[in-house]
């Protein structure tokens, strides 16, 4: 199986640091693609030119960061990094969209300042993308110490991971730090480990 990806995505990196926390490095071999080029050969590969996608076994396609990470989470049966009970369910993803809507945003600044010259890019859309940015940095500045960020890691934690970690927030200008001490505390034990520091985006 092959995990096709850029080592700038923050999509790419959630399905980076599974493959990690599953140990799957020997069944899944990662492939480096571009994207966004007119007729790549990767069209061939994930006609929507999006990553991450991975193939499987039976040579069909999957494509999204959270139907990936699924599934290799659970090619062991038994799943460590998504939530196993009722009771804490809508909980964990309660916590997970939160943070993906957060990463949905800053993924769209990157995009307008990486691939849109300054007259080119819309500042009303990057305004409201900071602002929402900045409203989910304090509701997790506040939600920092709910046992599903705290506790063991889950997919949670890696996507505000994502979200918070790495070289593209200096790179956008995203400074969530500021007046965010629980969140900075969080964020220091988590850049300590080996799978924050290997994954961190390229750019
Ligand atoms: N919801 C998707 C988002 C994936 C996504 O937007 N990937 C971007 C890179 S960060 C991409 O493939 N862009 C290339 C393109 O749009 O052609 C996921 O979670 O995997």
């Not at 709910?146 to 927030?169: D, F, K, R």
């Amino acid at each position: 199986m092959n995990l096709y990806l850029t080592l700038t995505s923050p999509y790419g990196r959630i399905a980076r640091i599974v493959r990690i926390q599953k140990k799957l490095e020997k069944l899944i071999s990662l492939e480096v693609v571009k994207t966004r080029l007119k007729n790549s050969p990767y069209y061939n590969i994930n006609p929507s030119g999006r990553v991450p996608a991975m193939s499987l076994k039976d040579g069909s396609i999957i494509e999204d960061s959270r139907l990936i990470c699924w599934y290799m989470d659970h090619l062991d049966e038994n799943p460590s990094l998504h939530p196993n009970s009722k009771d804490i369910c809508l909980e964990h993803m309660r916590l997970e969209s939160t943070a993906r809507s957060m990463l949905d945003g800053t993924s769209l600044i990157w995009r307008e300042i990486k691939y849109r010259s300054i007259s080119e890019r819309s500042m009303k859309i990057m305004e409201h993308e900071y602002k929402r940015a900045y409203r989910l940095a304090d509701l997790f500045e506040k939600e920092i110490n709910n046992p599903i960020l705290s506790g063991e890691l889950n997919m949670a934690q890696i996507i505000l991971t994502c979200v918070l970690h790495g070289p593209q927030n200096e790179y956008i200008n995203f400074d969530w730090q500021e007046g965010r001490p629980n969140l900075q505390k969080w964020l220091k034990n988590i850049e300590s480990l080996q799978w924050a520091e290997e994954t961190q985006p390229k750019l």
